[in-house]
């Protein structure tokens, strides 16, 4: 088999005649110094990067956003006690309407009921008064009735006596009809 | 070195000759964007293109998603406050109050590692993470990081994080021998961790890839490459979390190294 000429400039330590690696690139130690030097500039870089700008940034924007989450809960947290407050004046005032309402209701009632037994006072009064008069009425009535019955009694008592043919004392009758209706 | 190189062109050889090569390995390789020249410290590679873009995203979600401001997010806002409220509360509540002044290096940490792993799954993109030098560079950072914040922080009560006061007497020096030697071995699993699974995952697609050439098997190949992408966009995500939650454990211990 018919071996390549080695080009010299690109065989070395780590790379065949080929191009391609002996062993592990990563062992081989030509390598090594050109990725550390590169690796800290990119370190240093992004370090500066990341702590001067962006994760200020990015912390302030979480902190804003916090601030703007509390601020937004404290804010509903308020309208909401608002809310309480409104819904219990409300409550409150609905207690007071009714309780005033009760007490004109009540007040109304007692206001009647006194009315009403003024009336019935005042009727009461008139009602015994009347009756009252009618009883005087009515023992008037009677009086006369027995002043009535006494003359219509000595007026028969005198017919009658007239009647059996004897004249009579009407002095004599009257006496005797005013002794027998007191007997 | 030349018989070695030699060596491996003729394994590639080989394989070729079959009709299948495999070279899961490739797409890890760092070359210089502008011309063939060798790969020196300043040299401007595939590997900083691939971190330039990542910057680009970073910059893109984070700085221009958030610039309205807005209360109500737009969506590129709502992933940038999502990204920030995930990292901010997991350094919340696994390192306390007080480690949130770390935070931005942890969300540094974090933004670049979620950015590269998802970027790295762009075909023909290169995974900046997949590469040990990189993920190391990342431990190393957060171990140095982490210890000497402790000492500054606690003294020489730092180092009571070895001696653990709850056990036996007897035990102690033991599980102080244990405690340090896994304390050291932090740095190497936290970065082999993120690297070796994101390395793995790659080559695994391009292995299915290589199989992909022979007509019998490719419709298979085709749905395991499927599969396994799915299963590395999940990878890409839990690294980047696994990596950033276990930062936070260690600068807890670095703030609170009592048991």
């Known amino acids: 088999m018919a071996v390549e000429p080695i080009q010299e400039e690109m065989a070395g330590i780590c790379v065949d005649a080929h191009g391609s690696a002996i062993g592990m690139p990563q062992l081989c130690g030509e390598w090594i110094p050109n990725q550390i030097f590169w690796l800290i500039i990119t370190l240093v870089v992004i370090f500066f990067v990341l702590s001067r700008i962006a994760l200020p940034r990015i912390a302030s924007v979480l902190a804003e956003r916090q601030g703007t989450i509390t601020n937004d809960i404290s804010a509903a947290e308020e309208l909401k006690r608002q809310a309480k407050d409104a819904e219990a004046a409300y409550e409150k005032a609905l207690a007071d309407a009714r309780a005033e309402a009760q007490t004109i209701a009540q007040k109304t009632r007692d206001e009647i009921k006194a009315k009403l037994d003024a009336a019935t006072a005042e009727a009461d009064a008139k009602i015994a008064g009347k009756a009252a008069e009618s009883e005087k009425v009515l023992a008037e009535i009677r009086a006369s009735a027995v002043e009535s019955v006494e003359a219509v009694a000595k007026d028969t008592a005198e017919a009658i006596v007239a009647a059996f043919g004897t004249s009579a004392d009407r002095a004599a009758i009257d006496a005797a009809v005013a002794n027998r209706m007191k007997g | 070195?030349?018989?070695?190189?030699?060596?491996?062109?003729?394994?590639?050889?080989?394989?070729?000759?079959?009709?299948?090569?495999?070279?899961?390995?490739?797409?890890?390789?760092?070359?210089?964007?502008?011309?063939?020249?060798?790969?020196?410290?300043?040299?401007?590679?595939?590997?900083?293109?691939?971190?330039?873009?990542?910057?680009?995203?970073?910059?893109?979600?984070?700085?221009?998603?958030?610039?309205?401001?807005?209360?109500?997010?737009?969506?590129?806002?709502?992933?940038?406050?999502?990204?920030?409220?995930?990292?901010?509360?997991?350094?919340?509540?696994?390192?306390?109050?007080?480690?949130?002044?770390?935070?931005?290096?942890?969300?540094?940490?974090?933004?670049?590692?979620?950015?590269?792993?998802?970027?790295?799954?762009?075909?023909?993109?290169?995974?900046?993470?997949?590469?040990?030098?990189?993920?190391?560079?990342?431990?190393?950072?957060?171990?140095?990081?982490?210890?000497?914040?402790?000492?500054?922080?606690?003294?020489?009560?730092?180092?009571?994080?070895?001696?653990?006061?709850?056990?036996?007497?007897?035990?102690?020096?033991?599980?102080?021998?244990?405690?340090?030697?896994?304390?050291?071995?932090?740095?190497?699993?936290?970065?082999?961790?993120?690297?070796?699974?994101?390395?793995?995952?790659?080559?695994?697609?391009?292995?299915?890839?290589?199989?992909?050439?022979?007509?019998?098997?490719?419709?298979?190949?085709?749905?395991?490459?499927?599969?396994?992408?799915?299963?590395?966009?999940?990878?890409?995500?839990?690294?980047a979390y696994v990596f950033t939650i276990l930062t936070c454990v260690y600068l807890k211990d670095a703030l609170h190294p009592a048991h």
């Open chain 2, 1 to 239: 070195m030349a018989t070695e190189a030699a060596h491996g062109a003729e394994t590639v050889e080989h394989a070729a000759g079959t009709g299948l090569s495999f070279h899961p390995m490739d797409q890890f390789m760092i070359k210089p964007l502008f011309g063939d020249g060798a790969v020196g410290m300043f040299t401007i590679t595939n590997a900083t293109l691939w971190m330039f873009i990542c910057i680009l995203a970073i910059i893109a979600v984070m700085v221009l998603g958030t610039s309205r401001r807005a209360i109500i997010p737009s969506r590129s806002q709502s992933v940038a406050e999502l990204a920030y409220g995930f990292i901010y509360k997991m350094v919340e509540d696994v390192t306390g109050k007080d480690g949130l002044k770390y935070f931005p290096y942890i969300m540094t940490l974090f933004m670049f590692i979620v950015f590269s792993n998802f970027l790295g799954l762009i075909p023909m993109s290169f995974t900046t993470t997949s590469h040990i030098a990189v993920t190391w560079v990342l431990a190393l950072c957060v171990f140095l990081g982490v210890t000497i914040l402790g000492f500054v922080k606690n003294g020489v009560h730092f180092l009571g994080l070895f001696w653990v006061t709850s056990a036996p007497l007897a035990l102690r020096p033991i599980l102080a021998v244990i405690e340090i030697i896994s304390y050291f071995v932090r740095p190497v699993s936290h970065s082999i961790r993120l690297a070796g699974n994101v390395m793995a995952g790659h080559a695994v697609m391009k292995v299915f890839a290589g199989f992909a050439a022979l007509a019998i098997v490719s419709p298979v190949s085709i749905v395991a490459i499927t599969a396994i992408y799915g299963l590395e966009v999940l990878v890409a995500f839990i690294q």
